[in-house]
């Protein structure tokens, strides 16, 4: 799995993506366990991810940070990227970010994408 850690500080909210390939909602049970056993990865407010099959099934996981699966999967559709998980992580910072938070989602899965 690929770690990009610290990419995105705003208002005190911390952001990191990961990813790997994945081929199916099991394996991306494990890879996310795999990332929480990293006491960071496990104390952060949102591992936020999105997989997309290779027979177009979309699954997502929003973990509390409401529509940010979507976001995920929406980019990875446009990318014709499947069976790979990708996995948007915050440290809540204290401030809320209101739709900035999806711009940071976004800006975290491309940061990821551009370094496949």
Excluded at 14 to 35: D, F, H, M, Q
Excluded at 93 to 102: A, E, Q, T, V, Y
Aim: aromatic share 8%; with cysteine; hydrophobic share 35%.
């Amino acid at each position: 799995m690929q770690v990009f850690d610290g990419i995105i500080s705003d208002r005190g909210s911390k952001y990191a993506v990961s990813g790997a390939p994945c081929a199916g909602p099991e394996e991306a049970k494990v890879l996310i366990k795999t990332l929480c056993k990293q006491k960071k990865f496990a104390k952060a407010t949102h591992n936020t991810w999105g997989l997309l099959l290779a027979d177009g099934t979309p699954i997502k996981n929003d973990d509390g940070e409401s529509g940010a699966g979507m976001v995920i999967l929406r980019m990875l559709e446009r990318e014709g990227l499947y069976d790979h998980l990708i996995i948007v992580t915050r440290w809540y910072g204290g401030k809320h970010l209101g739709g900035d938070r999806f711009r940071h989602v976004q800006d975290a899965v491309r940061y990821y994408l551009d370094r496949l």
